[in-house]
Every structure is written in structure tokens, then in C-alpha cells.
């Protein structure tokens, strides 16, 4: 976990008040509720709820790919309104994506190489990067996420397992050296071997970039408690509890999330928080 909390540092990215209603507001179903989360710079804060808490659709709002009926999102400081907005275009620039599926997300017909670099090809003009920076990046991201980047530049995504395949798509989201990184449940997908392999290259990234903020969305309490400094928990739509995650995770404040930890902890399941 990192040196300090979101209250201790800049914040990124902060969404106040939110609420979201989905068919119609009169007979609709309620997603969100009122509500607020923050994160600072360095912070890696987990969202956590099971389905149908409103995880997504939060996350989806706060990276402003989903109106919101009330509040506000705001990015460095700016709004986060519509894509014209200056806060909207300074996140597509300054974030970075990590979804559930690494094969989905990754193109098969690219290697790693090219997955990469893509990023950066698409912004090289702005950025004022050539040929030989763009790759020089590109293989240290791939260093940063654990893979060696003289194997794995040209592997093609069906030659990869599936946490090899995750360890690409995280080189690819912090190969353009975001402020933010949002990952949607990126160890689901991927049995107990495979998930400690790519929680080792979470933590290189932040031990090498320790001013990247982290938005982590998961049910898996125990990929939580390696990861998260903070913990927002989700419940039908408002949020049930918040803090440190440590104590969240030894000292529960409320039922559900003692119920989320007690379902974690039951044998057989993935997501153990003891």
C-alpha cells in the first residue's frame, strides 16, 4: 500500500453528490444515491459491492461515459461535463484502462509490442515522440508490468496466458505515464497463479510511479486488501461505509460489509480477506 491518503495528497479525480436513475426518474430504478468519493494522487482506492451496487455505473460517470442526473465530477480541478469539457479531455488524455478480459481488450491481430505503443502512436505528434522513443516506452512499460520485454514485444495475444495477456494490457494503460489508472475487476478472469503474478506487476507500477492515482473496481476482497489504501463500499446505490482499508477490512463498521468479508472468507471462495 502507498505512504498516505487521498485527504493527504491532490485529488485526481472527485465526484460529489452524485445520482443516477436508469428507465425514467418517476418509477425508475435507483442506481446511485448522493454519492461521494475521492481520490488523491499515489492512492489506489477500491470500489467494492457486489453486483448490482453500482460500482460500474459510478465509474462509468466519474470517467464521463454515463450522464448523471445530479452532482458533479471533476478531474485536476476541472469538469468533467461532456465530452467538449476541459476536465473530459484532460482525462482521455491522462488515464489509462485496465478491463476484466485481457483477450477482449487486447487486438489478436497486434503483438504486445504494438498494443503497447498504441497509445502513444495515436498522441506521438503532441507528444513529440519518434519511432525509436515510442518503442525505448513501450518496452519499459512492458519491463514495468513484469514481462520481459525481449520475450514478449512479439507475442501475439493467443500466445500469452491469461495473466500474461493482463500484464500486456497494464504496460498498455501506463505506458503514456497516466495520472490515473482505472481498473474494472482485472484479476476475474484469472485462476490463484495468474492473479499473483499480476498483483506483483500492480505493485512494481507503484512502487516506480508512486504519483499514479489507481481506481480499482472489485468484489475480490483479497485482491483488495493487497492493493487498496482506501475502501469505498457499495450498497444498492449508497455508499455503506469508507476508510482506510485496513480497518474497513479488521473492523467493519456495518452489516453488509461484514457480510461481504464473512462471503470472502467461506471455503471456496477466491476472495479471501483473512
Known amino acids: 500500500m502507498s505512504q498516505g491518503t487521498g485527504h493527504e495528497r491532490r485529488i485526481v479525480i472527485s465526484g460529489q453528490g452524485i445520482r443516477k436513475t436508469f428507465g425514467g426518474r418517476q418509477g425508475g430504478s435507483q442506481a446511485l444515491q448522493e454519492v461521494s468519493v475521492s481520490l488523491g494522487q ?34 485536476q480541478g476541472q469538469p468533467v461535463d461532456g465530452p467538449r469539457s476541459s476536465g473530459y479531455q484532460a482525462l482521455r488524455r491522462e488515464s489509462g484502462l485496465i478491463f476484466q478480459n485481457p483477450f477482449a481488450s487486447l487486438d489478436p491481430r497486434w503483438n504486445a509490442l504494438r498494443s503497447v ?18 518503442r525505448s516506452r513501450a518496452m519499459q512499460a512492458l519491463a ?14 493467443a500466445d500469452c496466458s491469461g495473466g500474461q495477456a493482463q500484464r500486456i494490457a497494464i504496460a498498455r494503460a501506463l505506458v503514456a505515464d497516466p495520472q490515473l489508472i482505472v481498473a474494472d475487476e482485472p484479476m476475474s478472469s484469472l485462476d490463484v497463479s495468474a492473479r499473483l503474478g499480476v498483483l506483483e506487476a500492480f505493485k ?40 482506510p482499508a485496513d480497518r474497513v477490512l479488521s473492523q467493519p463498521g456495518c452489516a453488509y460489509t ?11 471462495s477466491s476472495g479471501s480477506a483473512s
Open 204 to 243: 512494481t507500477v507503484r512502487a516506480r510511479r508512486p504519483r499514479t492515482a489507481i481506481l480499482m473496481v472489485s468484489h475480490d476482497l483479497g485482491v483488495v486488501q493487497h492493493m487498496a489504501d482506501r475502501i469505498v463500499v457499495l450498497h444498492q446505490g449508497q455508499v455503506e461505509e469508507e476508510g
Open 117 to 134: 505503443s498504441e497509445p502513444l502512436r495515436i498522441h506521438a505528434r503532441e507528444l513529440g515522440l519518434g519511432r525509436a522513443a515510442i
Open 42 to 75: 499515489g492512492e489506489c482506492l477500491a470500489l467494492v459491492g457486489g453486483s448490482g451496487s453500482g460500482k460500474s455505473t459510478l465509474t462509468r460517470i466519474l470517467l464521463g461515459l454515463e450522464s448523471r442526473d445530479a452532482g458533479s465530477v471533476s478531474y
Open 258 to 268: 461484514r457480510e461481504l468479508i464473512a462471503a470472502a472468507s467461506a471455503p471456496g
Open 144 to 157: 514495468d508490468a513484469g514481462l520481459d520485454p525481449g520475450e514478449f514485444a512479439g507475442r501475439y495475444p
